[in-house]
């Protein structure tokens, strides 16, 4: 594969050459959502920012396996290791199966991801559907020696471990410094020390996701489905494991640690890890008021929000800082981004139409190897937005006549804006429908009164047909006693 793209590896704390194990197969893993609320801002730019990998080491000709969990069992409150389930506590908050809340909210994440144009990782698998495989691996650790079986819950021996091994190489925290500042352990717990993690919880009374065991019914620790589910889909060791950088300590810390302690290596090679979004400068949180659903900044449904904002816009938004970047959410940053993309998309119709000469002004070659250096250097997405506007100065100048280009210029610039506005970056012309709606309206209004009038007249094989040619063409026709309702889909 000929290209230079250079990944930031979280662990090495470099740009690294991007070299696959076995090209030209890439396995990535990225941890999903926790399913027991709405899509949120916090959300878009972890499946935004690995979409845009996904989608250019696609284009460089990779053949990625793309696996992204759902989070269904396991999460505690607080990220800690003792009190509800994230996904039970809702369940009971709402009388409903802890599987309806599961399916409920991973329906509205796909709906989501979907409006923001990411696409469908190949593999989705939940924890709930890989116990069998996270109680083996908690057999392998305990056969390891690095953990230990406590009143019917097995916890990992951090101390132990890294005796061995160096426990806090990903987030470079050192175990001396978690010993002075965890609190000391009551003499109650199960764990013999503050920073020790569990692999298998046993369940009280009251714990209603729970599976049989050999040390209890209980229910597994949340950093073990990480390691089980892309072992089993990407092989022991594979190329790129994604997240937020949240999910750093303790999370992929964990996961770095189970691994090694199961199969005596780190199974990831390249760790990448994108920033937060924070909302005027604050960290978003509940508790702050300034927690913002996607669904509410689709429709302006709150009080921080001065109007709606379009998927494509927050899209853009995300894409305009480089993904290690802090990237701060305000009213007026997302109009800025509002504008800019409408600028890009007008440029892109224009380029449609502009004519030819015999030499050409600017340099297209020169603009399609900035804008994959842009790429290949850690994904530097506001690189290549800003080469694509230098090209949008110039369509606009071919356009007006002050500057020209020749016919084969124009079909590469065509194929670059193609391969790097809806390719890679993902954008998508959301105003094309939008300026046509009224002649959209008018056209599938006159055509479903044709079939009117052939209903009317019993000519049902005509009326049949243009339902059926409609359809085809995803246009839903519901037939009502005044007349017809229809709908695009
Ligand atoms: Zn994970």
Known sequence: MQHSLYLYNTISRKKELFEPLHSPFVGMYVCGPTVYGDAHLGHARPAITFDLLFRYLSHLGYKVRYVRNITDVGHLENDADEGEDKIAKKARLEQLEPMEVVQYYTNRYHEFTEKLNVLPPSIEPHASGHIIEQIQLVEKILESGFAYESNGSVYFDVLKYNEKHPYGKLSGRVLDDL?????????????????????????????????????????????????????????????????????????????????????????????????????????????LGNFITLEELFTGNHKLLEKSYSPMTIRFFILMAQYRGTLDFSNEALQGAEKAFQ????????????????????????????????????????????????????????????????????????????????????????SMAGANTELLDGLI?????????????????????????????????????????????
Request: glycine share 6%; proline share 2%.
């Open 179 to 287: 010993l002075s500042t965890t609190r000391d352990l009551d003499g109650q717990s199960e764990k013999h020390n503050s920073f020790d993690f569990a692999l298998w919880k046993k369940a009280g009374a009251e714990h209603i996701m729970r599976w049989p065991s050999p040390w209890s019914d209980g229910f597994p620790g949340w950093h073990l489905e990480c390691t089980a589910m892309s072992t089993k889909y990407l092989g022991e060791v594979f190329d790129i494991h994604g997240g937020g950088m949240d999910l750093l300590f303790p999370h992929h810390e964990c996961e770095i640690a189970q691994s090694t302690a199961a199969i005596g290596k780190d199974s990831v090679r390249y760790w990448v890890h994108n920033n937060m979004i924070t909302i005027n400068g604050q960290k978003m949180g509940k508790s």
């Open 343 to 430: 600028r890009l998309m007008s440029a892109v119709q224009t380029l449609e139409k502009i004519k030819t000469s015999d030499k050409s002004t600017v340099d297209v070659t020169n603009l399609e190897s900035k804008c994959y250096e842009a790429m290949n250097d850690d994904l530097n997405s506001p690189m290549v937005i800003a080469n694509l506007f230098d090209g949008v100065r110039w369509i606009n100048s071919i356009a007006d006549g002050s500057e020209s280009i020749s016919a084969n210029d124009l079909k590469t610039l065509k194929a670059l804006y193609k391969t790097f506005v809806f390719d890679i970056l993902g954008l998508k012309d959301e």
């Open 445 to 489: 209004s006159m055509i479903l009164k044709e079939r009117l009038e052939a209903k009317a007249k019993k000519d049902f094989v005509t009326s049949d047909r243009i339902r059926d040619e409609l359809t085809k063409l995803g246009v839903t026709v519901k037939d009502k006693k005044d007349g017809f309702d229809w709908e695009i889909k």
